[in-house]
């Protein structure tokens, strides 16, 4: 059985992207507070991994999760998206008349904007957790309250669907990375079926620095999937630059990293794994 440290309850996001992920295997859920705790379970579990939100294709980057996983240490060994549909959640007894107060995570809130700007006599209310939310409706009996989350949570808690598909775009997807401490990560991938790497690295406070990184790579044919800089903190003007490269010869992307190592500082590879595809 693996365990899966997430952040959130039982019938979030996240649990369904765990599921989804590990499909046909027993799994037993972690079930964190926090980004912060998720990894910091790994610090003291080796054997768990870890599955963590790291791009929304609406809300953008997930920034703070960026620096948690280089700092951690840990090796990513695959990744998730998963097609994001929320629903507005109550009491049995309660109807649209009645409802006072909307509760979600800030994010999903977010993604709702347009459904939420038609009821704007609705009380919004940020929770840690789509389900959490859920949760605290369902068992604290809480009239005249809602949630926006995952369908699923009605059957979970015992709760009525108002409405499905609230959020404002439906091709709404979020990036989940699944990762463990390094020493585990080669019985969870096979680096034969690997086609898309994750780095990190600094360059010298020099014009065209990042130019020449990417004209290497460009060079090598390699598709740069993402790039996301974020500053280093107590060095002013100066930033690590995270790259998602996607490939199809494991050999040519090798050539590729050591052609650009020399052109940067701290060049660090946080996981080479198979590229997820997108989970309706």
Not at 41 to 60: F, P, W
Not at 70 to 89: N, T
Not at 268 to 278: F, S, V
Request: net charge negative; with cysteine; proline share 2%.
């Amino acid at each position: 059985m693996k365990r899966i440290a997430i952040q959130g309850i039982e019938g979030s996001f996240h649990d369904i992207a765990a599921h989804q992920f590990f499909d046909n295997e027993e799994i037993q859920l972690i079930c964190c507070s926090s980004f912060e705790q998720v990894f910091q379970t790994l610090r003291e579990d080796s054997t768990a991994i870890g599955m963590v939100a790291i791009e929304n294709t609406i809300a953008g980057s997930l920034l703070h999760n960026y620096e948690l996983l280089r700092d951690s240490g840990a090796s990513i060994v695959g990744e998730h998206k998963l097609r994001i549909k929320h629903s507005f959640l109550c009491l049995p007894d309660d109807d649209w008349e009645n409802i006072q107060e909307v509760h979600s995570h800030p994010v999903a809130l977010m993604q709702c904007r347009d459904f939420l700007s038609h009821h704007e006599n609705y009380k919004i209310v940020e929770a840690t957790d789509t389900a959490g939310a859920a949760r605290a409706i369902a068992e604290g009996h809480r009239r005249g309250h809602a949630a926006i989350g995952s369908k699923a949570l009605a059957a979970m808690y015992g709760l009525k669907v108002l409405e499905e598909g609230i959020e404002t775009n439906k091709h709404n997807f979020t990036r989940f990375l699944v990762f463990s401490a390094p020493a585990r990560a080669n019985l969870l991938r096979n680096i034969m079926e690997a086609d898309k790497a994750s780095i990190v690295f600094s360059l010298p406070h020099e014009e065209g620095s990042l130019s020449h990184v990417l004209s290497v790579l460009s060079f090598y044919k390699q598709n740069l999937t993402k790039i996301q800089s974020l500053p280093i903190i107590g060095r002013e003007w100066e930033y690590l630059f995270y790259v998602d490269i996607q490939f199809a010869d494991y050999t040519r992307y090798s050539q590729a990293i050591d052609a650009i190592r020399p052109l940067t500082s701290d060049l660090k590879i946080l996981g080479e794994y198979r590229h997820g595809r997108e989970s309706i």
